[in-house]
């Protein structure tokens, strides 16, 4: 049904900046969210930034002021923005859906179920 394809990943030094995409087809609800998730080699996924229908984002403590989550303007694109990366944002960077969605943005992978297959990032010091 839905379905998410990322792209932009690759490798960087430290102070680097990067645009990940996420192109997705299937949103048929006005309400939805999307968000982009990282994934460490052995850890956790984690919410890294999140946006939904009403244009509101909630990002991470570690990469607030560094990325912008943004949806292109009729086109069906999720973007991030990454600027002065550092090692630590290197991981799997999956995007992810979740429609229809009334619920205020929260830091939770249970709120989305509709998942790309990520894109690599990383970072070198």
């Known amino acids: 049904q839905v379905t998410l394809v990322e792209s932009g990943g690759g490798s960087v030094e430290a102070g680097g900046s990067l645009r990940l995409s996420c192109d997705f087809s299937?949103?048929?609800?006005?309400?939805?969210?999307l968000g982009w998730f990282r994934q460490s080699p052995g850890g956790e996924r984690e919410a890294v930034a999140l946006?939904?229908?009403?244009?509101?984002?909630k990002y991470t403590e570690s990469v607030e002021g560094r990325f912008t989550i943004s949806l292109v303007n009729g086109k069906n694109t999720l973007l991030l923005q990454m600027t002065g990366l550092k090692p630590e944002d290197t991981g799997v960077y999956v995007c992810a859906a979740e429609q229809p969605s009334w619920l205020l943005l929260r830091m939770s992978e249970d709120d989305f179920h509709y998942w790309g297959q990520g894109t690599q990032v990383t970072v070198s010091s």
């Open positions: 299937g949103i048929r609800y006005s309400h939805f969210r």
């Open positions: 946006i939904n229908s009403a244009a509101d984002t």
